[in-house]
């Protein structure tokens, strides 16, 4: 079995500060990651993903995040935050062949 | 590249109504995914389609939702009748391997489906 949890379904921050958005996983198997993030109104998009190569993944848009085996732990940083970024972000795991189960989501508001 | 079209975008129905929502995903992908995702939870996997035969739909609420992948490339979920708690976005997506463990799925824009 495998599952996601995003701590806190929202997060405020000003723009141009740390952007820290987290997740932990549970995997009986290695696990691969993901982040997605959601627009108003649209699809989901992928932002950067972990397939057991470097710990430390760097994805589109200036977001990254590292994969932590012994806090179960893949959280999603930027150093700064931009008003572009406000939407929501989804962490997702998928283990094996099984398919990706996502996260509930965190919506990130970014004030000017 | 055409990404995933879906249609329609918004649909208002009654309870007890049917409904049908289209998928045409990327050209040539062959696995295709149909996530229902409701307001405040992330999306939810309903079927899984490898080319025109399902992979994973042990999730899908047979009782009223069917999903059918005619030649391998577009799709049709159908919900009949709807109920209240059918009220979500109904995402499709497509992508170009089977299992997901290291690819990327591709998103359409969703189907919002309210129930009255």
């Known amino acids: 079995a495998q599952s996601v949890t995003q701590l806190g379904s929202h997060v405020s921050v000003s723009e141009g500060a740390l952007v820290l958005l987290r997740c932990n996983y549970s995997?009986?198997?290695?696990?691969?990651l993901f982040w997605y993030v959601q627009y108003p109104n649209q699809g989901l998009q992928l932002l950067l993903k972990y397939t057991s190569a470097a710990t430390l993944v760097k994805g589109i848009n200036g977001f990254e995040a590292e994969f932590k085996k012994s806090e179960t732990s893949f959280h999603l940083t930027k150093p700064s935050a931009h008003m572009r970024d406000a939407a929501e972000y989804f962490c997702a795991v998928s283990s094996g062949y099984s398919t990706l189960t996502f996260g509930k989501g965190t919506m990130l508001l970014v004030s000017p | 590249e055409a990404g995933v079209a879906q249609s329609p975008r918004y649909k208002i129905i009654e309870k007890r109504q049917s409904v049908a929502f289209w998928c045409n995903p990327i050209s040539g992908h062959a696995t295709l995914y149909w996530y229902q995702q409701i307001l405040g939870q992330g999306p939810k996997l309903l079927i899984q389609f490898q080319n025109n035969g399902v992979v994973d739909d042990s999730q899908l609420p047979k009782d009223r939702f069917s999903a059918e992948r005619l030649k391998g490339v577009d799709s049709t979920l159908k919900i009949q009748p709807a109920k209240l708690e059918d009220s979500a976005v109904y995402l499709c997506?497509?992508?170009?391997?089977?299992?997901?463990?290291?690819?990327?799925?591709?998103f359409g824009e969703g189907s919002r489906l309210t129930v009255l």
């Open positions: 997506a497509s992508s170009p391997r089977q299992g997901t463990n290291t690819g990327e799925l591709f």
């Open positions: 995997s009986s198997v290695p696990p691969y």
